[in-house]
């Protein structure tokens, strides 16, 4: 079977790879089953679902095992990552020639702990099989869990902890509470890199001078006028191993979705209807080719009060690569993301 193009190009140079297409691993695959390792009562601790009602849980800890999975990468076919890349995940190779990839995988379940222990490169081997001791390690995707590692570079243990819904406090602090409470061995000669959402998440959005701008905008005369432009981020990470000869390496990738939505006065649009179907132009350039979507981006009629001013909005998403940082054995960058947005944004 011959080798996919994004299969072969992660397999030329993977850390390149991961600084050019932003990752999004799937939760976890079908096959997987969870082993208990031990419950921790965290009676009022979370609030479950995003209701915002504190209904409490228990945190689990579940050990997988070095589970084992050969991935395919592939476009991701969900609307909320247009352009993005991810894993197709399966138990074993479809056929003995397959090109797919032997990494080791631990997934995501809500309300756990999930830990795997990379097994050690027998010492006596000198090019050891991929197939049985990958050389590559991947986790779910993270957008708000914390991820730790200790443990010698040769012989890793990995943790992915989250919830769905929200914490009742700091992220950071709670799962380092939590690697305690369920007998990680956490502590701070232990765990040698970690990944939290401050790491990979804005925290300072700045709304008051963009609300300014667009009310300024909407005041300016018309027809004629520049359509109002506003960049919508959405943060998102990725955390990743590279096994170079027995010593494993760990990265965080740091990505952000970026929806830029165009804002047009109604007095700047034509309204164009042929046959059944209805587009809207501005200046001859097509806006909207049928009602409230189409491929992807969204349009939308709005009515600003109290001017009353009807304005027609279109939106495009793209996934903005921001970083690779390695996180273990050692964390390697200081900067904010907000500044090494800025640095990409231009």
Not at 20 to 33: A, L, Q, V
Not at 154 to 183: C, K, S, V
Not at 192 to 221: C, H, I, V
């Amino acid at each position: 079977m011959p080798v996919s193009p994004l299969n072969a190009e992660f397999l030329a140079n993977p850390l390149l790879f991961i600084r050019k297409h932003s990752c999004s691993p799937p939760d976890n695959d079908e096959s997987f089953g969870a082993e208990l390792a031990r419950v921790t009562p965290l009676a009022g601790e979370i609030l479950s679902g995003g209701q915002g009602s504190s209904t409490g849980g228990d945190v689990v800890r579940n050990s997988v095992k070095s589970l084992k999975r050969f991935m395919r990468l592939k476009p991701h076919t969900k609307p909320d990552f247009p352009n993005t890349v991810t894993l197709d995940l399966k138990t074993m190779r479809d056929t003995p020639n397959d090109d797919r990839i032997p990494i080791y995988w631990l997934p995501w379940f809500s309300l756990r702990i999930m830990e795997i222990t990379i097994p050690p490169v027998p010492s006596n081997l000198v090019d050891p099989d991929d197939d049985e001791y990958p050389r590559f390690f991947f986790t779910a995707g993270i957008n708000g869990c914390s991820v730790f590692a200790k443990g010698e570079a040769t012989n890793p243990t990995i943790f992915h902890a989250g919830i769905t819904g929200n914490l009742g406090r700091g992220a950071p602090q709670f799962w380092r509470d939590q690697m305690a409470n369920t007998g990680t061995g956490y502590g701070a000669s232990a765990i040698k890199g970690e990944a939290n959402r401050d790491d990979y998440m804005f925290t300072r959005p700045q709304d008051s001078a963009l609300a300014s701008k667009y009310l300024a905008w909407l005041s300016q005369a018309s027809p004629g006028s520049k359509p109002f432009a506003i960049d919508i981020g959405s943060s998102f990470g990725c955390v990743f191993g590279i096994r170079f000869g027995r010593h494993w390496s760990l990265y965080l990738q740091e990505s952000m979705m970026v929806s830029t939505v165009h804002f047009h006065k109604k007095s700047d649009i034509a309204k164009v209807k042929q046959h059944n179907n209805v587009s809207f132009q501005v200046k001859g350039s097509l806006v909207k080719a049928e009602p409230f979507q189409h491929k992807g981006n969204v349009f939308s009629k709005i009515v600003v009060p109290p001017k009353k001013k009807d304005v027609f909005s279109s939106k495009s998403t793209r996934p903005l690569p921001l970083r690779v940082s390695e996180i273990y054995p050692t964390k390697t960058w200081s900067r904010e993301l907000l500044q090494t947005f800025a640095e990409h944004a231009g």
